[in-house]
Each structure stands twice: as C-alpha cells, then as structure tokens.
C-alpha cells in the first residue's frame, strides 16, 4: 500500500525553500506529526512524506491513500488538497491540531478524520478507509499513554532542507489552561509525559550534539523534569525548548537546565500588562517577574525568546513602543511577534466570536488582524504588530544584541542560538518586506529611518521609557 503523507503551504511559505537565500530554513526543523504517523503506520506500507514548503505534490503519481496534517491557517490549503485527491479517486484522512479542534468541519473535505494522536488510531483507519467503510470521525476512547511509541523514520525527510531532523518529544500538552491556547484546548489542560528512558535513548541515538525538545511546557512537572535532565547531563548535547518562567523560580532546576545543556527556551511572555494576561487566563506569568526571570537565564547560559502579542483589550497606540523598550530593556534575545488571534476550538473563540471580523481561517496565523480591537483600529494594529517586528530585528539592535552577549561570559554558550536566530527572523522580515509604523506616531515620522536610527542612539544612552511595569 502507497501512502503520502502532506504537510500542506500556502501563500508566501508554499515553496519557500526552494530560494537559496532567506528560504526559511531555521523555522523547519519538526515534522514530527508526519513522523509519528509514517512510524505509527503498518510495515509493509510504502510511506512518503511530502513537505510543500519544499517540494511540488506530485499529481502524476498514484497512491492508494493520502493523509494530511494541518493547523488552522493551512485547513483551507489542506481542504483543497483533499478535494483534489478525492476527485482523482484517492481516499484522504485528515488529523493534526485543527482537524482535532474542529472535527465535524474537517469531516466535509475528508474520507476520515483523527483526532489527537495516530498512534493506536492510524492502522485501524487506514484498514477501513482502504475496504471502503470508513466511520468518519476517530476518536480515542481516552488519551494513550506514551510510552513504547515507534522509532521515527527521520531518513524519509531530506536533513539538506531542514535546520535540524533532530526534533525530540518527551510529553505532549500542558498542565495551564491559558484560553487562546490550542494545546490547552487539545489535551483538556493535561500532560501525558514518555518514559524518561525512552526519550533518553532517542536523544543518546541522534547524531551529532544539537536538537531540538518540541513540547509545549517540557519542565511544567518537577519530578519528571529532574530525572529528565539528570539522565540529560552525560550525554553533553545542547538543546533548546518552550517552558514558562516557573523553572526559573527554582534554581536546583534551572542549574539542572543548564548542566544538561540547554542552551535556549521559548516563553510565552505575552504582554507586559497584569490585565491583559488576566484577561486570557494566563496565570504561570507575573509581569512583576519577568526582569528577573530573564536574568536568571541568562546568568545560567540560556537565551530567551519570548512570544508577545498585541491587540488585547487593553492595548492602546502606545503598547508598541513601550512593549519594544520592555523588551530591549529586559535584553530579551530573540521575540515572535503575534497579533491576537481566537483559534476556533479554543475558550478565547467561544468568548470572541462576536468580534470576529475574517472567518478564512488562511489568516488565523498570528500575523493578520482578524479580530475587533477594543482600544486599537485594526490599521493600527496591523501596522504596529509589523513595525514591533522589523524594529526589534533592526541590524543595530541586532548587533547590539551580539555584543551584549559576547561582553557577558556566562551568557556565551547561548551566543550560537542568538545569533541563529535573529538572522532567521531578520531574514524573514527582508524577504517578506515587512515595514509598518508606530501607531502612537504619524506614519512619514516613524517611517524615517535615519530619525529612527537617532532615536534609538538616544534611548540607547538614556534608557528612556521603560515603562515603570518591571521591577527592577
Ligand atoms: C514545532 C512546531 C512548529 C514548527 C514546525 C512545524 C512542523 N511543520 O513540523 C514551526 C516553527 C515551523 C511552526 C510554525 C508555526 N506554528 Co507551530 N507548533 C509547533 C509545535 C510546538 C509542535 C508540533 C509538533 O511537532 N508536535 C509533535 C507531534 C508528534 O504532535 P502532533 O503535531 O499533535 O501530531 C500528532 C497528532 O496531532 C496526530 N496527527 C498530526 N497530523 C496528522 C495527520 C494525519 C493524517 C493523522 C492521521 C494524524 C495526525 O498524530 C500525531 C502523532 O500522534 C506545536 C504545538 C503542539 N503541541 O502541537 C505548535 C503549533 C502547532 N503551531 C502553531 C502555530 C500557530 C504556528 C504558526 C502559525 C506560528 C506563527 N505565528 O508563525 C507557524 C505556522 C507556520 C506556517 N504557516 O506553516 C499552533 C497551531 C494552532 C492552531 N490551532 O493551528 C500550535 C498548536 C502552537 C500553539 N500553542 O498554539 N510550528
Ligand atoms: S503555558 Fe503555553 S502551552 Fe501551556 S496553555 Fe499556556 S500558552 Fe498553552
């Protein structure tokens, strides 16, 4: 049996590996969905696995079933993918974070859907969608647990068109119940954790010393993370992963973090305003905190890139700036910009449909206005969430950044991660020209780059605007 399993594109990253320059390389390094379901597939399938950020899906050739992951900004390219292959004759099953979350819409466009995990799913679906009797939606009676999952067949990826194949997963989900959440949403604010020796054996089997940990919240269980890094220490990788600021809260744990060798993490920072993290529920962050917190990571050699999103209700033309200041005075390392987004299926949607003002879930990617603001136009918002972006990636604060970091010797194992990724995300914002202006200026004066440039020579020296939120 010939399966192809898809990872759909669309818009500006459908083939955006095949430039040579900027081609978004630093942000492909997962595919673990596919992965586990080529791994959790039958043996004596054929299993191809095709990346559309890289690659043509190849019309031409005949496959008995095709399956498709996909989040909410790629259902709508998923769905046309599907119909096509259904028109040509070929089942589809559709699975991944959307099709999870809204099963019932994903069930119009496919033979079969899955939601949550392949595994112990996947052989039963593909015996029946194949025989003709497929049941439409498969469901886990309850989530399985994780351990003994299948080796992942990383060798049917090309490793020339991904920063890494070395993606790692040791628990999937998270204990916080933040309400934009997807994963929240998913895994009902649960984390399913794999047998510490299975994903130390994973990690001792991977070539050379640098990967990557997936999860969502890697060290949200004490116990769990201290063996985990424990087991870690010997084995001298370097890693980087996505957690909250609560590691930082024990330093035993945080020291652990550093000895085993990780050398960045990803923290959802959000917001610098008390009411706005209230406002979706997010309750492991305290503002009052975050100068510290960054600090002490820091101090143990891990670079930060927090994730911060404007367009809250209590945002005004003012969050920009002040959010940028915020950031350079907390020396944050590398930031992802978002704009407030309610992904269907999350708390946040159900509160927020009313104020929804684009329903092509093609824009539910965080870059694009899709809500009703309550104290920002949505020009504003717009424009401020792509100027934060370029403004933050500007090479004089890049360089800056750099020189920072090198000044600072506890700080240089980090120093290849910073690096890495500013360039990426600089990359990004050239190719993609993205520009925008502050909303809390006119927009010829904030567009003038050598008043800008000026500008920032000046709260350089003088540190201005910093807000009062942080203590210090
Ligand atoms: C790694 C990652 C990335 C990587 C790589 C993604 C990749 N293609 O591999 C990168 C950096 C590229 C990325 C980018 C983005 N991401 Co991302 N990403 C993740 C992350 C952290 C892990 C995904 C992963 O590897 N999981 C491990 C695998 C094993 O688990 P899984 O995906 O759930 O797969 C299992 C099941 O779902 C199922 N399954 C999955 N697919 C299929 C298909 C079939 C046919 C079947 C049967 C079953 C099946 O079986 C699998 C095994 O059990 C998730 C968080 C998460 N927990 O999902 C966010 C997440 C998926 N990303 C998200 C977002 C929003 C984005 C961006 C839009 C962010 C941005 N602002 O730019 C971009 C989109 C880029 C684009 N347009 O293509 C959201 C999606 C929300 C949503 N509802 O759509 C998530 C959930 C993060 C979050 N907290 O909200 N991401
Ligand atoms: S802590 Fe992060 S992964 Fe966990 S629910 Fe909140 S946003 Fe989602």
Redesign the pocket.
């Known amino acids: 049996m010939k399966i192809l399993?898809i990872?759909p594109?669309?818009?500006q990253?459908r083939h955006l590996g095949r430039h040579w320059w900027f081609n978004g390389k630093t942000?492909?390094?997962?595919?673990?969905?596919?992965?586990?379901?080529a791994a959790?597939s039958p043996a004596e399938a054929e299993v191809r696995i095709l990346?559309e950020?890289i690659e043509e899906v190849p019309w031409g050739e005949r496959f008995d079933l095709v399956?498709?992951?996909?989040?909410?900004?790629?259902a709508p390219r998923a769905y046309e993918l599907a119909e096509l292959f259904r028109q040509g004759g070929t089942p589809v099953?559709?699975?991944?974070?959307?099709?999870?979350?809204c099963p019932e819409e994903a069930a119009g466009h496919a033979d079969a859907v899955?939601v949550?995990?392949?595994?112990g799913?996947?052989p039963e679906?593909i015996a029946d969608v194949a025989a003709g009797k497929s049941r439409g939606i498969y469901r886990h009676g309850s989530s399985p647990e994780l351990a003994g999952l299948a080796r992942l067949p990383r060798h049917l990826l090309s490793g020339r068109s991904y920063a890494t194949l070395h993606?790692v997963?040791a628990t999937?989900?998270c204990d916080q119940g933040c309400a934009f959440?997807?994963?929240a949403a998913?895994h009902q604010c649960r984390q399913r954790r794999r047998p510490v020796g299975e994903v130390l054996e994973e990690v001792g089997g991977l070539a050379g010393r640098f990967f990557i940990f997936?999860?969502?919240h890697l060290l949200a269980d004490r116990e769990y993370a201290r063996e985990l890094l424990k087991g870690l220490r010997p084995l001298g990788k370097r890693w980087v992963t996505?957690t909250t600021l609560a590691i930082t809260q024990e330093r035993e744990l945080l020291n652990l973090a550093a000895e085993a060798g990780c050398v960045g993490v990803f923290v959802g920072l959000e917001t610098f305003s008390p009411a706005n993290l209230a406002e979706v529920n997010k309750g492991c962050h305290r503002v009052e905190e975050y100068r510290q917190a960054v600090r002490a990571l820091h101090d143990h050699g891990i670079g930060v890139e927090a994730g911060v999103v404007f367009g809250f209700d209590g945002d005004r033309p003012s969050v920009f700036r002040q959010t940028l200041d915020l950031l350079e005075s907390l020396e944050i390392d590398a930031v992802?910009v978002?704009v407030f987004t309610p992904?269907?299926?999350t708390k946040l949607f159900s509160r927020e449909q009313g104020r929804l003002l684009d329903w092509n879930w093609a824009h539910?990617?965080?870059?694009h206005v899709v809500h009703q603001p309550a104290g920002l136009s949505v020009e504003a918002l717009q424009a401020g969430h792509d100027w934060v972006t370029r403004a933050f990636y500007s090479p004089l604060r890049m360089v800056r950044r750099v020189v920072r970091c090198v000044l600072d010797r506890r700080r240089w194992r980090s120093l290849p991660f910073l690096v890495l990724i500013n360039l990426a995300y600089w990359g990004r914002v050239m190719r993609w020209h993205i520009r925008g202006w502050d909303p809390a200026e006119d927009r010829v004066r904030s567009s003038c780059w050598p008043r800008a440039i000026w500008q920032e020579l000046r709260r350089w020296r003088g540190r201005r605007g910093m807000g009062g939120v942080l203590s210090s």
């Open positions: 399993l990872a594109a669309s818009g990253w942000f492909r390094f997962s595919m673990l969905s596919l992965l586990s379901v959790a990346d950020q399956g498709i992951t996909c989040m909410t900004a790629l099953v559709l699975g991944g974070m959307h099709p999870t979350l899955v949550g995990d392949a595994e799913l996947w679906v993606a997963q999937r989900g959440c997807s994963v998913a997936v999860d969502d996505q992802q978002s992904l269907p299926g539910y990617d965080f870059h």
